[in-house]
């Protein structure tokens, strides 16, 4: 892989955090649909910024690792998108993505999107920059104009939003490998790839996406995917034995939790955890 691509799989609560950190990945990221769903919604703009920036201090004091959040549309207007990047810094991001959608938005890799104006979001974008509270904290726009406006609307939006201030550029709901190479000539840059399952992307990995020259890649829900497929798995399991001895082998112990946590009964467990 490309020196210098982070690798930023999707942690949708802190304890998954925990682990990704102690897999020795750089960062991770909070999804804004893995959000929604873990409180049981569909990805359609019903999550809230207070539900997320309480995720992201969660996570980010767990882990201690930089977190990517979703910020949607930025919930509103320019006004909102200001208080937005204020909120998410403060919570501990250290990074977040705003998207072109019209509010109510929906998942990046659905039909019948709609994107508002290149100019609008390029106000939103700037209103950021001007208003974030340090000059590291990454803001990344993401434009899901491919569905709307083909790969040559994605390329100008990305470049305008660019010009606006924006440090990485995430084109949502590319095809294949051909597409990110084009985007990524096209726009130079830093630019973030999303590589969720089920999708309109097909399957490339990270060291693939590196050597395209993508600065950073996610994977939003795998490890959500992951995990409530082994949800099912034991539900029928219990279902039809009446007990879960047979599962003991694909559960993690009590050991394992308390290492995860980084507690040992009986001693003093600090909070927030140590972050080095």
Known sequence: MKQGTVVAPGAFNALVAC????????????????????????????????EITRTIREISDASGLPVIADADTGFGEVECAIRTVVEYERAGAAALHIEDQVFPKRCGHLDGKEIISAQAMAEKISAMVKHRLSPEFVIIARTDARAIEGMEGTIRRANLYREAGADVIFPEGLSDASEFKAFAQASPGHSLANMTEFGKTQHISA?????????????PLSLMRIAMNAVEEGLDCLKKQGSLESMLPKMQTRKDLYSLLGYTPGKQWDFPRSRG
């Not at 693939?208 to 993508?214: S, V």
């Open 19 to 50: 682990a990704v950190a102690r897999a020795g990945f750089s960062a991770c990221y909070i999804s804004g649909g893995a959000s929604a769903n873990v409180a049981g919604y569909p990805d359609v703009g019903l999550i809230t910024m207070s």
């Open 207 to 219: 060291a693939e996406f590196g050597a395209l020259g993508y600065s950073i890649v996610i994977f």
